[in-house]
């Protein structure tokens, strides 16, 4: 379970227990209020993960999502899936738009896994594992750049930028 304040933000007796939901990730600056979660076998996009679940329309059909990310702006969604009947070893990086919910295929390194997408802060780069190598690429994809090799891939668990987009926790 996870906990939300009902009352005032430092009356920890105010707090109430909601369902629990994997990978919450918020829109930056929050101004929406939308939050963007797994729900079930969807990802979902809502205003609380507890009661108002609105699967992302989308026009294919996915085995499982490996991390996604909202862009800075919160106008595209960036995610890991792998995509029912296609034949490839692993799962690959899809962008779609939020309002549109049409994803496209982004990246694909055959045979390897593409997961654990994140936006750095002003928007120039997304950072991700894939095959184990941390690597990351522009939104254009006219550049790309393996940072650190590792022959272990289930070093795959995440991205983080810095605040300042300087640094990336992996």
Request: with cysteine; net charge negative.
């Amino acid at each position: 379970q996870s906990w939300r304040g009902t009352g005032a933000k430092d009356d920890p007796s105010a707090a109430q227990a909601t369902t629990h939901v994997d990978n919450v990730k918020i829109i930056p600056g929050g101004a929406s209020g939308q939050i963007l979660y797994e729900c079930g076998s969807d990802l979902c996009v809502g205003n609380d993960a507890r009661t108002q679940q609105q699967p992302l329309k989308l026009d294919q059909d996915f085995k499982g999502f490996e991390g996604y990310a909202w862009s800075p702006d919160g106008r595209e969604i960036i995610f890991s899936a792998c995509a029912t009947g296609i034949q490839d070893t692993g799962c690959n990086l899809y962008l779609m738009d939020a309002k549109s919910g049409s994803p496209t295929l982004f990246f694909d390194n055959p045979g390897y896994t593409d997961n654990w997408p994140a936006w750095s802060p002003n928007g120039e780069w997304i950072a991700f594992g894939s095959g184990g190598d941390l690597t990351i690429i522009r939104p254009d994809k006219t550049a790309r750049k393996s940072l650190m090799t590792h022959d272990d891939s289930t070093c795959d668990n995440g991205n983080a930028w810095s605040p300042d987009g300087k640094k990336i926790a992996w």
